[in-house]
């Protein structure tokens, strides 16, 4: 069965400052995606950047970039000049490529403070 | 529609009560998501309809739970004598049937069961 971990239940970070949240899964699949969700208050989850294992080179969207470590099975999350609009629940989630459901295992989500 | 919607957003029942709730997804997308997220918790996966099938009932937590989807759209999630555990946001997503890309979430419902 596959799993995902995180470690950091809540970080804060200054604004315009830089912030990595750490993400770890375990499976025994060498097919399969990653992916970052951002959950504000209003709680809609907003897909923030994807990754597929295939792939060596690291996504990025914007601000967001990934360190994905295949591995050591680790996906981490960087973001850079971070805004107050970045406060958020972060979940990491995985699922595999060809699954018979196409389920997303998320991770318990790290609470991400941007202080002003 | 444009996004995933659900229905009520809040919904406040005493224990022992049932109640349904509603998944609206967006046009097109075969595939639907239903996931529970409790307090301090990650997203628990229920169930997922391909169509109007459902072929990985799996994450339902009890007989008390079911689901349906009619017509290849609209979904509805039934809790039967709902009980305080029961209590958390369930969120409904959808997608065109890769993962891929990921899914589209709706906003959620926070059942609170008193």
């Known amino acids: 069965a596959q799993t995902v971990t995180q470690s950091q239940p809540e970080m804060s970070v200054q604004e315009a400052e830089t912030v990595t949240l750490s993400c770890t899964y375990d499976?025994?699949?060498?097919?399969?995606?990653l992916f970052w969700y951002k959950q504000p208050p209003s709680r809609q989850m907003i897909l923030v950047i994807r990754?597929?294992?295939?792939?060596?080179q690291n996504a990025t969207e914007n601000r967001f970039s990934v360190n994905f470590q295949k591995a050591a099975k680790s996906f981490s999350l960087k973001i850079s000049d971070s805004q107050l609009g970045d406060t958020a629940m972060y979940f990491c989630?995985?699922?595999?490529?060809?699954?018979?459901?196409?389920?997303?295992?998320f991770g318990t989500g790290t609470l991400l403070a941007v202080q002003p | 529609g444009a996004g995933v919607s659900q229905s009520p957003s809040n919904k406040v029942t005493e224990k022992g009560k049932d109640v349904e709730l509603r998944c609206d997804p967006i046009s097109g997308h075969t595939a639907l998501y239903w996931y529970r997220q409790s307090l301090g918790q990650g997203l628990e996966f229920l169930i997922y309809?391909?169509?109007?099938?459902?072929?990985?009932k799996s994450g339902l937590p009890s007989d008390r739970f079911s689901a349906e989807r009619t017509g290849g759209s609209v979904s509805t999630l039934t809790i039967q004598r709902t009980q305080q555990e029961d209590s958390a946001v369930y969120l409904c997503?959808?997608?065109?049937?890769?993962?891929?890309?990921?899914?589209?979430f709706g906003s959620g419902t926070r059942l609170t069961v008193v």
């Open positions: 997503a959808s997608s065109l049937g890769a993962v891929s890309y990921g899914y589209t």
């Open positions: 309809f391909q169509g109007n099938s459902a072929p990985d």
């Open positions: 499976t025994s699949e060498s097919n399969y995606y």
């Open positions: 989630a995985f699922a595999l490529y060809g699954g018979a459901t196409n389920k997303l295992i």
């Open positions: 990754q597929e294992a295939y792939k060596q």
